[in-house]
């Protein structure tokens, strides 16, 4: 039975210690992960709990930082190990970005287990994690209304099988420009998302980093600009964040419908564009549900034809 306090919305990913480059600055060991970034998006509209796991070796701080988000952690589990460590670079685009290094650690042996009281909520997000950990939670929670997944290159090129039979099961795949090509073999856009849409999912999300979203559904396409900004520190996690966001305001008015969706895509925009003018959740931690309102008016207005 659901109640207030229930979670409406269960995210899923990885719980990491990033050590990022940009052209701005360099920061050494700061809180990640896909889910970190979503379930902190997600915060601002819905209850929202989080699966994961991290090492012995994850600061407190970072545990209360969830808290002060009240993100619910009945699943994020604790064990002896390290905890997943990310090193990313970027260009001076900040578009291109190389991988350093990526130590799964505690990741690797890692398998997931809903806790009972996650096991009805209504919209569940897969965020970028292996698939074969992905499926796993597929398969334990009852009857969602809404499941989106999201995945990247790696998993493309190493577990493209099972990527595959997670998206057959879900109502929505996003993924980012280059992903959508070369998952699809196709190289635009329009060909690209047709391919993806025969893979199973109602919709598909494509994102395009500063240049916005574009969803693809058999009713037609949805062009959604991103939010102009002066000064960006770290794009990281603006994925996450951008699907985080999305799916806690989908979750709050608890109606899936091709309108609500476009609607939500707002506030995923308006929310990710806070992230990546700070690294980490340093932006999203002191960020308001007024100032969110704000912005959302000056992006409809930058919208309006007349
Ligand atoms: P994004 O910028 O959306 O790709 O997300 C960046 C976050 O994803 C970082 O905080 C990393 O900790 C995390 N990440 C990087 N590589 C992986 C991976 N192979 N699996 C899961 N999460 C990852």
Redesign the pocket.
Known sequence: MSNEKSVQLVAV??I???TIETPVARRESIL???A??ACAAASFFTRVGMVGVVGTDFPKQHVDLYKHFRINLDGLETVPGET?R?T?VYEANMDN?R?IC?D?NV?ASFLPKLPLSYRKSPFLFLA???PCLQLHVLGQIEKPRFVVV?T?D??INTAKEVLLQVIQRVDMLTLNESEARHLSGEQTLLKAARVLLGLGPKYVLIKKGEHGSILFSPDGVFLMPAYPLEDVQD??????TFAGGLMGSLASGGKVSEIAIRKAMIYGSIVASFGVEAFSLDRLHTLTLDEIEARVGRFRDMMKVR
């Open positions: 990913g990885s990491g210690i990033d990640g992960g896909s970190s970034y997943f990310w990313g970005r991988t990526t799964l990741f970028n994690i292996q999201d990247m790696l998993w794009p990281t996690g603006a994925g996450d």
